[in-house]
T-cell receptor, first 112, second 113 residues
Framework: KQEVTQIPAALSVPEGENLVLNCSFT??????LQWFRQDPGKGLTSLLL?????REQTSGRLNASLDKSSGRSTLYIAASQPGDSATYLC???????????FGPGTRLSVLP | DAGVIQSPRHEVTEMGQEVTLRCKPI?????LFWYRQTMMRGLELLIY????????DSGMPEDRFSAKMPNASFSTLKIQPSEPRDSAVYFC???????????FGPGTRLTVT
């Protein structure tokens, strides 16, 4: 059974810092991995989707990497801003299924 | 496209009442997912449909929960009778076939008193 963990559970950084969020999964047989952002009381917004054959994806200040063999993905946020404060979740779609398995999320606070 | 639409956004009901949550997926998406989010358990998949057919309902907590998708543009999640432990945010998400992202609705915050 696929399990997804995220470290750290919470992170607080000053504005302008570069930061890395980590996601680990137990079964490397994945189809793709998706990073989401969730603002308090809101739904999930898709940030990046990485296919199993890809190593990384970039969108603006965000860069997500995937190391399938080691069961890890990272989300790099450059030059963080207070508006980046949210909970970031990673989700893994196994090879054998159509649904995503979600991690518990990392709650990020960027202080002005 | 307006994205995934859910209604109601908030629902407060008394224990024992029937609750019906509604979802309209993005047009053209073949897959529809129902999730539940709580502080204790995070985001859990309840059930998903492919082309209106339920494929995996192993996440449905018990017989009090049921879901239907009568057509490609509408799905319901029903809880009967509701209990306080059902209080959570319920999300609907949809996705196209193949290498596609999953898109979430804004959620329905359910409170059962």
């Amino acid at each position: 059974k696929q399990e997804v963990t995220q470290i750290p559970a919470a992170l607080s950084v000053p504005e302008g810092e570069n930061l890395v969020l980590n996601c680990s999964f137990t079964d490397s047989a994945i189809y793709n991995l998706q990073w989401f952002r969730q603002d308090p009381g809101k739904g999930l917004t898709s940030l990046l989707l990485i296919q199993s054959s890809q190593r990384e994806q970039t969108s603006g200040r965000l860069n997500a990497s995937l190391d399938k063999s080691s069961g890890r993905s990272t989300l790099y946020i450059a030059a963080s801003q207070p508006g980046d404060s949210a909970t970031y979740l990673c989700a893994v779609r196994p090879d054998y299924g159509q649904n995503f398995v979600f991690g518990p999320g990392t709650r990020l606070s960027v202080l002005p | 496209d307006a994205g995934v639409i859910q209604s109601p956004r908030h629902e407060v009901t008394e224990m024992g009442q029937e609750v019906t949550l509604r979802c309209k997926p993005i047009s053209g998406h073949d897959y529809l997912f129902w999730y539940r989010q709580t502080m204790m358990r995070g985001l859990e998949l309840l059930i998903y449909f492919n082309n209106n057919v339920p494929i995996d309902d192993s996440g449905m907590p018990e017989d009090r929960f049921s879901a239907k998708m009568p057509n490609a543009s509408f799905s319901t999640l029903k809880i009967q009778p509701s209990e306080p432990r059902d209080s959570a945010v319920y999300f609907c998400a949809s996705r196209g076939d193949g290498y596609y992202e999953q898109y979430f609705g804004p959620g329905t915050r359910l409170t059962v008193t």
